[in-house]
């Protein structure tokens, strides 16, 4: 962890000397705009960063700690590998037209689950969308009436329910895992906006950046083990 650490059951952000360690994290989903934005994040922190990418080509970054792995979650076989050495694991996958189509997260993540217990990794974050019901729970229904028109009008349905199934496979089938959800309210590549902090209820529009910020600090959060909580600007 850096000197920043979010801690407590509502994840905010405090400060404090520590002792720096160096962690390895596994990107998958590196090449999107929130991506993109983690990886920086992470290696800025002193940490390592392994992605797994269709085109490499598109990250920019060169570092002596990244490590770039060509090919995509829909066939790349040897996960394994990939989680060797590994100690955090983070999902910020999106394709909005495959996901029309089929789970391709919920079916990726149910190959990935069962490799990180073989190789004993324990941690592992999963990006959905603020608009992504909780675990047999229903939206407020403000949030479900954007969903149903604003979601439905961009074309979004797929990915919730791809996010939905995700989650429901977590909870039901994954309960040995340290994993943890954030359900974002992803918009535009703005500056920074301040600092999320994690809540059940509350909902606010990010830029990148910060999500991206909250996801790195969230994953060293003990408390949001077992959690799909929103994330929101405290006034």
Known sequence: MSSSDYSGATGTLKNRKMTHSTHTYLVFGGTGRTGRHFISVVLNDGHKVKALVRQPEKIDIHHPNLELVKGSVTDYEPIDDLLKGVDFVISMLGDAQMQKLQTVNALFVRKLIPAMRRQSVKRFLYQAGGFTRPYKKELPFMNWLLKQTLVRFSG??????????????LVEEAPDIEWMVHRAGLYGDDPSKGILTRSKTKFS????????????????????IHTYDLSYYQP
Do not use: K, M
């Not at 979004?156 to 496979?169: K, M, P, S, T």
């Open 156 to 169: 979004l349905l797929g990915q919730h329910r791809d996010n939905e199934a995700v989650i429901n496979y």
């Open 205 to 224: 529009i990010a830029p990148f950046i910060d999500c991206a910020t909250y996801n790195y600090h969230l994953l060293s959060d003990n408390s949001a």
